[in-house]
């Protein structure tokens, strides 16, 4: 079911059927949420000139995001970055996408999102393993630090190896923040009584979301770059990015060890 190989100079599993690559997320403690020492870096941009419009929404929702606490994490499977069209049609073979202009980009999916969770065998990331990913030991605004993101930043199509691997951070994840990609918990603002150890909120409604600076491309300054931060989320949106999940394959599931570039 799975290739061990080398992608772009990083340890990666394949998953054998799909071709979907997935890097190895290892495990530890974190501080999720958004911290005050982040909105004093949003703010610390607003000062400086940096913002379009107004980041007053934001501050607004800023209790949606919080309080940050501790979150233990274990080591898991992520997606290299979201599935991509040819991805989703190895399970949806009939799937057309209005919003991609090629095959290798984000696939987002609207009444088709049910279908393929259904056929997937794998899972959603919970939030936590979705920030935590995000930020790969970070704990700034995004895991290039605490200046402002810009456009230069959204991946969007996985068709140019050299440039998804500049994208990458420290986990040799790709596109964390560009899509909206969607999350196994239910949307709950705030984080008052979350688990402590990275399981996702259930319930009834709609999920959550993490990203989407991407779906608003091209921005119209409108602060889209806020959806870039790893601490922003929000409520399920109309169509949806999906960035699967695994538990660490056992030797016995890895068929053959090979290297790619």
């Known amino acids: 079911m799975w290739i061990e190989e080398n992608v772009?100079?990083?340890?990666?599993?394949?998953?054998?059927?799909?071709?979907?690559?997935?890097?190895?997320?290892?495990?530890?403690?974190?501080?999720?949420?958004?911290?005050?020492?982040?909105?004093?870096?949003?703010?610390?941009?607003?000062?400086?000139?940096?913002?379009?419009?107004?980041?007053?929404?934001?501050?607004?929702g800023a209790g949606?995001?919080?309080?940050?606490?501790?979150?233990?994490?274990?080591?898991?499977?992520?997606?290299?970055?979201?599935?991509?069209?040819?991805?989703?049609r190895h399970w949806l073979p009939e799937y057309?996408?209005?919003?991609?202009?090629?095959?290798t980009a984000t696939a987002r999916l609207e009444d088709d999102l049910d279908d393929l969770l259904e056929l997937l065998p794998f899972r959603l990331p919970s939030e936590a393993q979705w920030e935590y990913a995000a930020r790969a030991g970070t704990t700034t605004l995004t895991f290039r630090g605490d200046g402002k993101p810009g456009e230069d930043q959204l991946l969007d199509d996985f068709g140019d190896e050299p440039r998804t691997a500049a994208g990458e951070n420290a986990f040799?994840?790709?596109?964390?923040?560009?899509?909206g990609e969607l999350c196994a918990d239910v949307w709950i603002p705030g984080f008052a009584g979350a688990p402590a150890d990275a399981r996702p909120r259930t319930g009834d409604g709609p999920r959550t979301m993490r990203g989407g600076a991407a779906d608003l491309y091209p921005w119209q300054g409108c602060d889209e770059w806020l959806l870039l931060l790893s601490a922003t989320r929000c409520e399920q949106a109309e169509f949806s990015a999906v960035r699967p999940v695994a538990p660490l394959p056992s030797r016995a599931t890895i068929r053959s060890v090979r290297t790619s570039s």
Do not use: C, N
Not at 8 to 23: D, E, K, N, Y
Not at 96 to 103: M, V
């Open 8 to 60: 772009a100079g990083r340890p990666a599993w394949r998953h054998t059927p799909s071709g979907v690559v997935f890097r190895k997320v290892p495990g530890g403690t974190f501080r999720m949420g958004l911290s005050d020492a982040e909105l004093d870096a949003v703010r610390a941009i607003e000062r400086s000139g940096g913002v379009e419009d107004t980041i007053e929404p934001f501050l607004a």
């Open 64 to 88: 949606d995001s919080q309080p940050a606490r501790e979150v233990r994490v274990e080591p898991f499977l992520m997606a290299r970055h979201p599935l991509t069209v040819t991805q989703v």
């Open 96 to 103: 057309e996408d209005p919003y991609a202009e090629t095959e």
């Open 172 to 179: 040799g994840l790709a596109a964390m923040g560009s899509a």
